[in-house]
């Protein structure tokens, strides 16, 4: 049997979080190391407090599923990309403010900060990658050679190159300086559905619906290292910060952690039931989450880059299981090795129950601060508290056709996006009030189960009954007619 030293070296679940109502579908570590976010189906932005019973805080207001999350270099601001077309940037404290401005035409699939914390990229249904100034919170240009769905965009740790990939089954890598696309990869296998960077900026990886992930060393544009260890798609990996391991997570429900130096997999973790969708190294790579279809964050801790994986292989020889080798096709590899029949790779499976995290006391918070909306090529930021009878204190009105010339970027015809309680667009035609839109969100809110709300809105239980009031008004009518009619 391996001794304690040695399991203390495996990967290891530190923590679970329960909160969301629905699939997590994205995670990201704040920098300072305090905090964890996680965005869901549920239309939340959760963020969870490291420290031991610290609270953890809900974000309301996005109309749609979450899609892509992250935290700014400086840990200040939290990025989240939407279904609902728009972008949103929080600040990750009890104030629960929030700026939105209308990001793509289609559902934004990802967003991300640059290196220096002064752009977004986001990429969408539409087509297009976009880039965004932060601090002006404007659209800056467009980058539009993609012909399908693209799925995830990120910066270079320099900032000079975006990298892209989508449904039209392509890499795609850009110039942020001349907006040119200087490279594509093509794989005509299937579509990739997440792209990164490796820490160093050498590497760039991709993983597809078809359970594949690739490696390409940008210095030679050549794919070096070709993974096939899992046996459905691969919806989300993340490079160690040293270069040297790689998590993916895939929807056979299983974490996989690969050693890039000796190009084989080393570990399976088996905590999540159902699609593992995320996975994410903090930014120290001590610890690494992952979230999936069960609603569950998992964190855990790192421990295997504490030392050579092959003297933790020979300590737990006895203990593991058999798996099945991973297929590698290394074009271009790091060192000569000659592709023997190599040992599994020892498998985990934490009972999750079992660990000694508590559930966190959820507050909850969904106040947006600013609307900020394209008008005309430029950016004007709106305050949701001014905004009276669908005019917002600019005196422009709530809706208005937008266009820019930007890289052939083009407004969508709605430039004021809802954004739950806090916005409020006036659209002509919907008969429905500013206080109406408040008691509709109140009354979803009655429907979780008991948190502590942070609002100005009357009380969850107080519009709920009279939610049911009128709702027994509505049936006593229908009996009342139907009796008449017999």
Same mark, same amino acid.
């Given at each position: 049997?391996?001794?304690?030293?040695?399991?203390?070296?495996?990967?290891?679940?530190?923590?679970?979080?329960?909160?969301?109502?629905?699939?997590?579908?994205?995670?990201?570590?704040?920098?300072?190391?305090?905090?964890?976010?996680?965005?869901?189906?549920?239309?939340?932005?959760?963020?969870?407090?490291?420290?031991?019973?610290?609270?953890?805080?809900?974000?309301?207001?996005?109309?749609?599923?979450?899609?892509?999350?992250?935290?700014?270099?400086?840990?200040?601001?939290?990025?989240?990309?939407?279904?609902?077309?728009?972008?949103?940037?929080?600040?990750?404290?009890?104030?629960?403010?929030?700026?939105?401005?209308?990001?793509?035409?289609?559902?934004?699939?990802?967003?991300?900060?640059?290196?220096?914390?002064?752009?977004?990229?986001?990429?969408?249904?539409?087509?297009? $990658?976009?880039?965004?100034?932060?601090? !002006?919170?404007?659209?800056?240009?467009?980058?539009?050679?993609?012909?399908?769905?693209?799925?995830?965009?990120?910066?270079?740790?320099?900032?000079?190159?975006?990298?892209?990939?989508?449904?039209?089954?392509?890499? !795609?890598?850009?110039?942020?300086?001349?907006?040119?696309?200087?490279?594509?990869?093509?794989?005509?296998?299937?579509?990739?559905?997440?792209?990164?960077?490796?820490?160093?900026?050498?590497?760039?990886?991709?993983?597809?619906?078809?359970?594949?992930?690739?490696?390409?060393?940008?210095?030679?544009?050549?794919?070096?290292?070709?993974?096939?260890?899992?046996?459905?798609?691969?919806?989300?990996?993340?490079?160690?910060?040293?270069?040297?391991?790689?998590?993916?997570?895939?929807?056979?429900?299983?974490?996989?952690?690969?050693?890039?130096?000796?190009?084989?997999?080393?570990?399976?973790?088996?905590?999540?039931?159902?699609?593992?969708?995320?996975?994410?190294?903090? !930014?120290?790579?001590?610890?690494?989450?992952?979230?999936?279809?069960?609603?569950?964050?998992?964190?855990?801790?790192?421990?295997?880059?504490?030392?050579?994986?092959?003297?933790?292989?020979?300590?737990?020889?006895?203990?593991?299981?058999?798996?099945?080798?991973?297929?590698?096709?290394?074009?271009?590899?790091?060192?000569?090795?000659?592709?023997?029949?190599?040992?599994?790779?020892?498998?985990?499976?934490?009972?999750?129950?079992?660990?000694?995290?508590?559930?966190?006391?959820?507050?909850?918070?969904?106040?947006?601060?600013?609307?900020?909306?394209?008008?005309?090529?430029?950016?004007?930021?709106?305050?949701?508290?001014?905004?009276?009878?669908?005019?917002?204190?600019?005196?422009?009105?709530?809706?208005?056709?937008?266009?820019?010339?930007?890289?052939?970027?083009?407004?969508?015809?709605?430039?004021?996006? !809802?954004?739950?309680?806090? $916005?409020?667009?006036?659209?002509?035609?919907?008969?429905?009030?500013?206080?109406?839109?408040?008691?509709?969100?109140?009354?979803?809110?009655?429907?979780?189960?008991?948190?502590?709300?942070?609002?100005?809105?009357?009380?969850?239980?107080?519009?709920?009954?009279?939610?049911?009031?009128?709702?027994?008004?509505?049936?006593?009518?229908?009996?009342?007619?139907?009796?008449?009619?017999?």
């Amino acid at each position: 049997m391996p001794s304690m030293a040695s399991v203390l070296e495996d990967p290891s679940l530190e923590r679970h979080f329960k909160g969301h109502k629905g699939a997590v579908i994205c995670t990201d570590f704040n920098p300072n190391r305090k905090q964890l976010a996680s965005g869901s189906v549920d239309k939340t932005l959760m963020i969870w407090n490291l420290a031991p019973k610290a609270r953890a805080f809900r974000y309301v207001g996005h109309q749609d599923l979450i899609t892509g999350v992250q935290f700014s270099p400086s840990g200040h601001l939290v990025a989240t990309s939407s279904k609902d077309r728009t972008v949103r940037l929080w600040t990750p404290t009890m104030k629960g403010e929030s700026t939105v401005f209308k990001a793509h035409t289609a559902t934004v699939r990802s967003v991300a900060f640059s290196h220096d914390g002064q752009r977004l990229v986001t990429a969408s249904d539409d087509k297009s $990658v976009k880039v965004w100034s932060v601090h !002006r919170q404007c659209f800056l240009y467009s980058l539009n050679q993609h012909t399908n769905w693209v799925r995830c965009a990120r910066f270079s740790p320099d900032s000079h190159l975006i990298a892209s990939c989508g449904d039209d089954r392509t890499v !795609r890598l850009w110039d942020t300086s001349t907006k040119h696309c200087i490279n594509c990869f093509t794989d005509p296998a299937e579509s990739a559905t997440f792209v990164g960077f490796n820490s160093s900026g050498t590497c760039i990886a991709s993983s597809g619906a078809d359970s594949s992930l690739k490696i390409w060393d940008l210095r030679t544009n050549k794919l070096i290292q070709h993974y096939q260890v899992h046996s459905a798609g691969i919806n989300s990996f993340s490079f160690h910060p040293s270069n040297n391991y790689l998590i993916s997570g895939s929807s056979d429900s299983t974490v996989k952690i690969l050693d890039l130096v000796e190009g084989r997999l080393i570990y399976t973790l088996h905590g999540h039931k159902g699609a593992v969708i995320t996975v994410a190294f903090s !930014r120290a790579g001590d610890l690494f989450a992952s979230g999936g279809a069960d609603g569950q964050v998992l964190m855990w801790r790192t421990n295997f880059d504490k030392k050579s994986y092959q003297d933790v292989l020979q300590q737990h020889s006895r203990r593991s299981t058999p798996d099945p080798a991973p297929h590698l096709t290394d074009i271009h590899p790091r060192t000569p090795h000659l592709h023997r029949q190599q040992r599994s790779a020892i498998q985990i499976s934490p009972a999750v129950a079992d660990t000694q995290s508590i559930d966190p006391h959820v507050i909850e918070l969904g106040r947006s601060v600013h609307s900020a909306t394209l008008l005309s090529g430029r950016t004007h930021l709106t305050p949701t508290q001014a905004a009276d009878n669908g005019r917002p204190s600019n005196g422009l009105p709530a809706r208005h056709g937008a266009s820019s010339g930007v890289g052939g970027w083009m407004g969508d015809e709605s430039t004021t996006s !809802r954004a739950g309680a806090a $916005v409020w667009t006036g659209e002509s035609g919907g008969g429905r009030g500013r206080r109406e839109e408040e008691e509709e969100e109140e009354e979803e809110r009655g429907q979780t189960h008991p948190l502590e709300v942070l609002s100005g809105h009357p009380s969850s239980l107080d519009c709920t009954l009279r939610h049911i009031v009128k709702q027994l008004d509505i049936l006593t009518q229908l009996y009342f007619q139907n009796d008449g009619s017999a």
